[in-house]
């Protein structure tokens, strides 16, 4: 292991630990009537998430110079409403899925309708943290609006809920890569997107600045999902934590299916490469931001 | 019918009209992609609601000098919450409800899985509203942010959410009069004292009329539920749109069968006179208010 993928770990690791604390502390806790459904909530995000998308809120807010504590309600936010997703993906009606990340899935452990439940109820804490002055710090109240409207642009109907509405229509049936990179950038590439944005924004970004991190946030996060369709055929199954070719028995659309393994290597490589040169006005403070488009890419490779 | 009787339905018909023409333009709309998702998130929200929340809170900013016109765009996005909540309340997990309104429930005609994200998308759908200063006419960034933050309370874990899930967890087990009211005033009860507080925000109402709503809110909202479950068991199945006698079956705890027949309707008839007895420091102003509690709880007499 080299000794740049060496400090990216113990970055990673760090602010998974920085990140765990707040989520912790800004989630109701499991005392909190009812309690099943604080329990049921925290199960699903304290399940062993990477934490990329706050991560990459954190690094985007630091690589114009802001402040992790001012961004860390965000970043939670963004969390609880990627847990919310994931749930609800899960559930029967949906994917069908009785593992994530090595663990039962929400429902398996709560029945089907508290899970519901407590992706509701996630989703709204995203919004209960994120429109309470105390959270804010220095920041004015018209800034964490724009913030909440990024976020729930992004998770909303024509952001990530479109984009899973659209993954389910096109389950066993033949799907072209327009539509494959619709679906990817609304499911997945949305949230991710907007982690750049509100980290750029409340970093204090220039318009030249949050230009190149949205261009760097676009990239990233369809290389993200290049990868995991990668990762879904060629992982190691106890470091995927779900059954490996899961994507192919569902019928699902994926790059290695459209572009050959080859091909969607080629892909990821290129998307790592534009989100690289996308940070090139950035200096050493950007650097967390070029090693997390590396570690994407290249865990598939 | 009363002259009375008759002047609260006009009034009734004329916010009804009002409110569904602002739905219909801070909806998506129909054709927007993914089209499927749009259209299902429209046919729950327009499929013949009362639009009581709504109203209540129009009627709350009126009873203190505000406009109707700088309230509107939350009294949509409470309306999109109510509705999501029933989509998702209707699914098979939950109540397995087939018909609403004397309509289809969501998931008879789109699946369920789309209902579970329409229902997701309306919830968002409401934050993104709220958060766009667009919408937010005349008022300052920080008010409506105030507004964001009591709605999601609201309608999180610790309000609507946890109400369904306290309810769900009483199905068919003997519950007492303390746990029924805590289900009401969390299910039914903290969506109406929202719209209440809400609409006496953005009117500007001072600190003596701010909890002399709330008080009006208070009682209200669980007038509605009492008159809800006194309706299950004495209405005319058509006027319904449900089948009579459905909570019973389900083996939930209702007032009447706590309290009886004549003590529900006791009950109901008490926290009308709570809801009036609260307006006395309003004039004309609070007629509507007045008018509106006397409906929930005549309708079930």
Redesign the interface.
């Known amino acids: 292991m080299s000794s740049d993928q060496w400090q990216l770990q113990s970055y990673m690791k760090e602010r998974i630990q920085l990140i765990d604390l707040a989520l912790d502390r800004y989630l109701?806790g499991a005392e909190?009537?009812?309690t099943?459904?604080?329990d049921a909530?925290r199960y699903s995000v304290f399940a062993g998430g990477k934490r990329i998308r706050p991560i990459l809120m954190l690094a985007a807010c630091e690589a114009v110079g802001g402040e992790v504590k001012n961004v860390m309600p965000a970043a939670c936010a963004i969390e609880m409403i990627h847990s919310y997703s994931l749930v609800?993906d899960d559930?029967p009606?949906?994917d069908d899925d009785d593992l994530r990340r090595g663990n039962a899935t929400n429902h398996k452990v709560y029945?089907?309708?508290?899970a519901?439940?407590a992706?509701?109820?996630l989703?709204?804490?995203a919004?209960?943290l994120l429109?309470?002055?105390d959270t804010w710090g220095d920041a004015?109240?018209?800034k964490?609006?724009?913030v909440?409207?990024i976020l729930?642009?992004s998770?909303?109907?024509?952001g990530m809920?479109?984009g899973?509405?659209?993954d389910?229509?096109a389950e066993a049936k033949p799907v072209d890569l327009p539509t494959l990179e619709y679906i990817h950038t609304h499911k997945t590439g949305a949230l991710i997107l907007a982690a750049i944005e509100i980290g750029a924004l409340l970093g204090g970004a220039s318009e030249q600045q949050h230009r190149a991190l949205c261009r760097y946030g676009e990239a990233a996060g369809l290389a993200f999902q290049v990868a995991d369709d990668i990762l879904d055929i060629v992982a190691d199954p106890s470091q995927l934590g779900k059954d490996i070719g899961s994507d192919q028995q569902r019928g699902k659309a994926t790059y290695p299916a459209l572009l050959g393994l080859a091909g969607a290597r080629q892909r990821a490589s290129e998307l790592r490469e534009l989100a690289f040169s996308s940070l090139d006005i950035f200096g050493d403070s950007a650097r967390p931001l070029r090693e997390i488009a590396s570690y994407i890419v290249n865990r598939s490779c």
């Open positions: 109701p909190t009537l009812p099943v459904l604080h909530m609800h559930l009606a949906m029945g089907e309708a508290t519901i439940l992706g509701d109820g989703l709204t804490e919004f209960i429109s309470n002055p004015p109240a018209d964490y609006c724009e909440l409207h729930a642009k998770a909303g109907s024509r809920v479109g899973q509405v659209v389910m229509e």
